[in-house]
């Protein structure tokens, strides 16, 4: 009897210890505190689990991987526009200009729309473009000269002084357009030996072109050009483009002409440029006009460039 009395006692008291415990009631333990001891789906005891003290270790370890993760993202963008930068800069190179800087020749730079003929073939509008060519020798040497420029400079000129405005004006579209081809003026052939005729043809990304050269130049001490000057010396060079144009061979048939105009004066560009803009558009047709400022010695209105 006394033994089931006992027995009695310590259920009485297992029960209540059970009631005020933390797992009791299917609760999820939000009541306990920090201090519950914690039933796994299991069936084991987990003691003094601290909810405050695994949160900030786990929050570190997600920023710190995180900010890692960014960097290096940060340092691909970096390398990723770095190499586009560079492979840009490279396909640069391969054209007229690179990133603004002058196109550099064996006898100076280049610098302005060097490279831009080339665009402007493929429209049937005329265009002025300007390029300023700075000869950094004293001397010209013709040794580098493309094949067709060097024949041209080998060979006999016709009269005047003419022949390195030529010369210069095939190489400058040789190293600007990567221009080939060279056919000379007595090389061309027409339906007809009258008229006006073109001083070479060559070409550029495979399209056949026609090219004049002239000069605006008055002489070595008169710098006092005018629009009319302009205007009398560009009607008389397109109209005879205009006329070559008409009668050239079909063997020889170009897509448009360039009229390369060299002068030594700076000053004199936007003269030239407001006097073309007024003449009439049968004038001025589809043809580049290609305006160069020599900068240097004056070789363009020396027949032989100065050569010593």
């Not at 008169?222 to 006329?243: F, H, M, P, S, W």
């Amino acid at each position: 009897m006394r033994k089931n009395l006992v027995l009695g006692l310590v259920f009485v008291v297992l029960l209540g210890c059970g009631s005020g415990g933390g797992v009791a009631d299917g609760g999820d333990g939000a009541d306990c505190g920090s201090g519950c001891d914690v039933l796994t789906p299991g069936g084991d005891v987990v003691g003094d689990v601290e909810s405050d003290g695994t949160g900030p270790d786990s929050d570190s370890d997600s920023d710190s991987d995180s900010d890692s993760d960014s960097d290096s993202g940060s340092d691909s963008d970096s390398d990723s526009d770095s190499d586009s930068d560079s492979d840009s800069d490279s396909g640069s190179d391969s054209d007229g200009l690179t990133d603004g800087k002058p196109k550099q020749t064996a006898w100076g730079s280049i610098d302005g729309a060097c490279g831009d003929v080339f665009a402007e073939l493929s429209t049937s509008q005329p265009s002025f473009l300007q390029t300023t060519y700075t000869f950094s020798g004293a001397s010209f040497d013709p040794a580098g000269l493309e094949v067709g420029a060097k024949k041209r400079y080998d060979g006999v000129n016709a009269g005047g002084s003419s022949k390195c405005s030529e010369v210069m004006s095939m190489q400058l579209l040789v190293d600007c357009e990567a221009g080939g081809e060279i056919k000379t003026e007595t090389e061309i052939t027409y339906t007809s030996t009258s008229g006006a005729i073109t001083d070479y043809a060559l070409t550029i990304g495979g399209t056949k072109i026609g090219v004049s050269v002239t000069r605006a130049y008055l002489g070595p001490t008169n710098t006092n050009y005018t629009e009319a000057d302009a205007t009398k010396l560009l009607q008389k060079k397109l109209d005879g483009i205009v006329e070559s144009s008409a009668k050239v061979a079909p063997a020889d048939k170009w897509t448009k002409q360039v009229l390369h105009v060299w002068t030594l004066q700076p000053s004199w560009v936007p003269i030239l440029q407001s006097a073309w803009s007024k003449l009439d558009a049968a004038t001025r047709a589809d043809t580049i006009v290609l305006v160069t400022v020599e900068v240097g010695p004056g070789w363009i209105v020396k027949d032989d460039c100065g050569a010593p």
